[in-house]
């Protein structure tokens, strides 16, 4: 069973960088397309950014977050990080990692992100 524990959240002022981390458990992330959404309140669970361990190794990002998050993964510590810079308020949202393979999918519990000053 895959186990996906996210940290890094916090407060941040507009403008401000974060790093979030997806520690994954129970297999190398490797073994998956891994992937950052993001749920404000009152809104869908949206994609963030992706990371395609399993095809051509290569990230997608929303539109949203090109050019300002970079989605990276770790082999040595087996997590799977999303490194976010200048954010703004319409970034704040619970941020997950999600892991997925032709059978299964798998979300961890979420991190805080608020962006305000």
């Known amino acids: 069973q895959v186990q996906l524990v996210e940290s890094g959240g916090g407060l941040v002022q507009p403008g401000g960088s974060l790093r979030l981390s997806c520690a994954v458990s129970?297999?190398?992330?490797?073994?998956?397309?891994m992937a950052w959404y993001r749920q404000a309140p009152g809104s869908q669970r949206e994609l963030v950014a992706t990371?395609?361990?399993?095809?051509?190794?290569?990230?997608r990002y929303a539109d949203s977050a090109k050019g300002r998050f970079a989605i990276s993964g770790d082999s040595a510590k087996n997590t799977v990080n999303l490194q976010m810079l200048n954010l703004k308020p319409e970034d704040t949202a619970v941020y997950y990692c999600n892991a997925r393979d032709l059978r299964s999918a798998y979300w961890g519990q979420g991190t805080q992100v608020t962006v305000s000053s």
């Open positions: 990371l395609d361990n399993t095809g051509s190794g290569s990230a």
């Open positions: 129970g297999s190398s992330f490797r073994s998956y397309t």
